[in-house]
């Protein structure tokens, strides 16, 4: 078991265009979650999943983002038409039942 | 709406010195109250959690219900404590479709001196 992978760790792109990022939890895990982390700050929910179900949205997904997790395994947050706030990190984490949350290295976004 | 205070951004100590590192917390229901720490260029990891009573790397934290804190505390920090640390909370409810989201505070980053 190699933890929860996400890709790509970094990603660098022009303001208005779109990206993708995936995560691939810990297998056993039906529970996944998306995390945000700015500059100084500690992360913040994103959205939540469990198995292939979107059961909750923070508002500050806005409706750029989208995320997926088509058959309850790997998952992916999709931002179209990027903005400059859009810059950070972005962290997937995953569980099962009351088990605490594992998290990966995170995608580093910057908007050029 | 739920909310972590960690009061300090930066916090050094010298090898040997006992060290605390604050989280206050607010909830309206039962929390359940987590450390996670982050060495350089190393990914967030748990330290432990208030409901496993355990003492990690000889760190230990006590839920404190009146005063909303959950302190993390270790008697003699070593050169290799020296990390981001964070408190974070969730929600303790056990339903199925329960998120049980974390709340993080902004962090502390602690760094121990030789």
């Known amino acids: 078991d190699t933890g929860v992978s996400q890709n790509p760790r970094h990603k660098i792109t022009k303001r208005g265009q779109n990206v993708t990022f995936r995560c691939d939890p810990i297998s056993e895990h039906n529970r996944l979650y998306w995390y945000r982390q700015t500059l100084g700050q500690g992360p913040e929910f994103l959205t939540y999943f469990q198995n292939e179900a979107q059961l909750e949205k923070s508002r500050l997904l806005s409706d750029r983002f989208s995320a997926e997790r088509p058959k309850g395994s790997f998952s992916t947050l999709e931002i179209q038409r990027t903005e400059q706030g859009d810059s950070a990190m972005y962290l997937c984490a995953s569980s099962s039942g009351l088990k605490p949350q ?11 | ?105 902004s962090g502390t980053q602690l760094t121990v001196l030789p």
């Open chain 1, 102 to 112: 594992h998290f990966g290295d995170g995608t580093r976004l910057s908007i050029l």
């Open chain 2, 1 to 105: 709406a739920q909310r972590v205070t960690q009061p300090e951004k930066l916090l050094s100590v010298f090898k040997g010195a006992p060290v605390e590192l604050k989280c206050n917390y607010s909830y309206s229901g039962s929390p359940e109250l987590f450390w996670y720490v982050q060495y350089s260029r190393q990914r967030l990891q748990l330290l432990l959690r208030h409901i496993s009573r355990e003492s990690i790397k000889g760190f230990t934290a006590d839920l404190n219900k009146g005063e909303t804190s959950f302190h993390l505390k270790k008697p003699f920090a070593q050169e290799e404590d020296s990390a981001m640390y964070y408190c974070a909370l969730s929600s303790l409810v056990i339903s199925s479709g329960s998120a049980r989201q974390l709340t993080f505070g």
